[in-house]
């Protein structure tokens, strides 16, 4: 009768893959043994240590359980060793009886040896069940110390990574503020440079008047073509608009310096900030991430690969120097701002007080100019009476000259007839005495009044001019005076910068 007899039989793994065989050592005094205990094959710790294989019996026809189990020895595939074979005790090896009974007595065992390989068997079974026992409990320690550790591991990089975040959000809210800060002392720095350029356009009105005034001050004539105080004002007023301008120019310099410098600060403030939010954000995923989070994978080698380039100190002194430049520029524009301020303030008291001064000179050069012109038109009436009086006494002069040529004639008539005398009578008498005397003092008398007439003459001639000189220097301090007081004062009758600037 034919039987399929199926065997489960587990094997220990060789180094190579194959299932380790059993040892038969020949010998009166060494049973058959296990050749070695089995190790752990390095470097591949995932391949399993202990195999399962199917072994299927067919026994032969017309034989029994037992010596099927004996004739044919099982071997596994892959090994070089032919199958061993042993006689049978009935049949022998030629089918001889004597010869197998010969064979029989000498290919057993002794008794001895069989109790033995027994006690051989026995003793090392429970050498390795010990060893297995010792084996599993020592796998036992290791895999619950692995796990205290991983455990502990994981542990302590998530409060790292905590820590980490905290550090992180913290600079990063200590940059955000410094960048705050830099940001309004910023705007405020850009509105002290509108002012800076508020104020320099500011100073073109006056400087332009004072320029117009000096021009309308170059068309005056004559005597009054002074270098007088309020030219010499105008003159200082300009130099000093020229020199606010400059100064001004100069802070606006430096102010356009420090934006630039303040601008740079906050590229690194702003570049720093998206750092530490990019790794606050991938700290934060890292610091979620567990055991049965979704999207954790293997990356071989990643622990071999160093791609850091800063340290713990280096990192922090990193933004803490950030910080402290973004400090420093902002202190240094605090001050450029005080220092703009003033100086706008500076320049506005200047330009103010020169231009007040200038006013001053040009309304007291033009009182002394209304005076002069009142002068002179009182001394032009004077010399036109006086003009109007000697035009007269002229007249008189003529008219005294003309009432003398009677008389004259009288006696010098009376002087042609005595001498038609004859003889005797033509006596040198008292009579003709004074005949001679009236015609001489007469004449002498004409001769004093043509002299006066001369002299009234020249004199008139005199007050002519002085009318003319005074009439023209009234033209020309009517001049000065329609210039400085219409021309002048009338453009710096209000101040030409309207934006009042506080601070």
């Not at 072994?55 to 070089?80: H, K, R, W, Y």
């Not at 960048?179 to 002012?195: P, S, V």
Request: contains cysteine.
């Amino acid at each position: 009768m034919s039987q399929t007899i199926m065997y489960t039989q587990l094997q220990p793994w060789s180094a190579a893959g194959a299932p380790a065989c059993m040892e038969k050592v020949s010998g009166p005094d060494i049973p058959a043994r296990v050749s070695s205990y089995y190790q752990t094959p390095r470097p591949h710790p995932w391949r399993p240590t202990m195999g399962y294989e199917n072994i299927e019996l067919t026994p032969l026809p017309n034989t029994t359980v037992t010596q099927q189990l004996m004739d044919p020895c099982f071997a596994p595939s892959g090994m070089n060793t032919e199958p061993l074979k042993f006689p049978n005790i009935v049949t022998g090896f030629d089918r001889n009886p004597a010869h197998a009974a010969r064979a029989a007595l000498y290919t057993r065992y002794t008794p001895y040896e069989w109790s033995q390989a027994a006690m051989c068997n026995f003793n090392e079974a429970d050498t390795n069940r010990n060893f297995s026992e010792r084996l599993r409990s020592d796998a036992v320690r290791i895999m619950r110390m692995a796990d205290e550790r991983t455990q502990q591991a994981q542990r302590d990089s998530s409060r790292r990574l905590g820590e980490r975040l905290t550090d992180t959000t913290f600079w990063r809210n200590e940059v955000n503020t410094e960048l705050e800060k830099l940001q309004t002392e910023q705007n405020q720095l850009a509105d002290t440079r509108r002012a800076l350029d508020k104020a320099i356009q500011d100073c073109e009105p006056p400087l332009h008047i004072a320029q117009e005034c000096l021009y309308h001050r170059e068309q005056r004539t004559g005597i009054d073509l002074v270098h007088d105080q309020p030219e010499q004002y105008l003159l200082k007023e300009a130099e000093n608009l020229r020199n606010c301008q400059k100064r001004l120019l100069e802070m606006k310099q430096r102010a356009l310096d420090q934006t630039r410098t303040n601008r740079s600060c906050q590229h690194e403030l702003e570049t720093d900030i998206k750092s530490k939010q990019s790794a606050m954000a991938v700290d934060n995923v890292c610091h979620q991430l567990n055991n049965y989070s979704r999207g954790i994978n293997y990356y071989g080698g990643i622990e071999k690969y160093d791609c850091t380039i800063t340290t713990p100190d280096t990192w922090a002194e990193n933004s803490n120097r950030i910080c402290m430049r973004s400090k420093n520029e902002r202190s240094k524009t605090t001050q450029l701002r005080t220092e703009c301020d003033q100086v706008i303030n500076s320049c506005a008291n200047e330009i103010w007080n020169h231009w007040n001064d200038t006013n001053s000179a040009l309304s007291r050069r033009s009182a002394e100019t209304l005076e002069s012109k009142n002068r002179i038109q009182m001394n032009l009436h004077k010399v036109q009476q006086e003009i109007f009086d000697i035009e007269k006494n002229m007249e008189l002069i003529r008219k005294a000259i003309m009432d003398k040529s009677n008389p004259m004639k009288v006696a010098q008539t009376r002087l042609e007839a005595r001498s038609h005398r004859r003889d005797v009578e033509l006596c040198r008498d008292e009579a003709q005495t004074r005949l001679i005397q009236e015609v001489g003092e007469i004449a002498e008398s004409v001769e004093i009044l043509h002299r006066k007439l001369q002299e009234a003459e020249a004199q008139h001639q005199q007050l002519l001019m002085s009318r003319s000189t005074l009439e023209k220097d009234l033209h020309i301090k009517v001049n000065s005076l329609f210039i400085d007081r219409e021309k002048c004062l009338g453009m710096r009758r209000s101040f030409p910068i309207t934006a009042t600037i506080k601070y």
